[in-house]
């Protein structure tokens, strides 16, 4: 059976705990650079994710994972070294990490803000939207190719340069939009809350 665990957070302010500045110490030093120069929201938010995706591991490995293991390659999707395969994506108030011990996925959430003004019909479009994303990341491929992703009307599959992912909604939260992409049927989603440490 194909599992896809989706382990997710609310984030609360800018402010680093000091659990995910431990963290940001212990990535390589290229990926240290680039999260230290972004707006403290946006690195908050990409150092919470990576702490969901190694809890996630952990859970589904049954023993800690080292950060020492993530791996950040300069034309690919983040990866640990020796599985499992994770994919992230935040909005301004969640985080979310999916982990999969058995195939490549992508994943993305999108938050909806009811009182932001922004139209029904672009409330409309953001499962097509996250179901892009999700797709694209389970390939491993940039905003650049959002033209080149086909979804059937029902948004359980998408293809993309031939290849077809399959497609399953995660219900986060209420105002959350999220798929989960990957090249199998994914059987079984578990959706787990999980505080981060500082940010609960």
Known sequence: MTLVLVIHARLRGDALPEALTRLLERLPYAKRL???????????????????ALEGAARLRGSVVDAALLRFPADGKPYLEGGPCFSISHGPQHVAAAVC????????????????????????????????EAVLKAAGRGLRETRS?????????????????????????????????????LESVQLVEWPVPGLA
């Open 34 to 52: 680039d999260l230290e120069r972004r707006e403290p929201g946006a690195r908050s938010a990409s150092l919470a994710g990576l702490w969901l």
């Open 101 to 132: 011990e058995s195939v490549e996925i992508g994943f993305d959430l999108e938050e909806v803000d009811a009182g932001s003004g922004d139209s029904l019909e672009a409330r409309q479009k953001l499962p097509r939207w996250t179901a892009i």
């Open 149 to 185: 992703v086909e979804l059937d009307n029902l948004l359980e599959n998408g293809t993309l340069a031939g290849v077809r992912y399959r497609l399953r909604p995660v219900e986060i939260s209420t105002g959350v939009v999220a798929h989960v992409a990957a090249l199998v049927p």
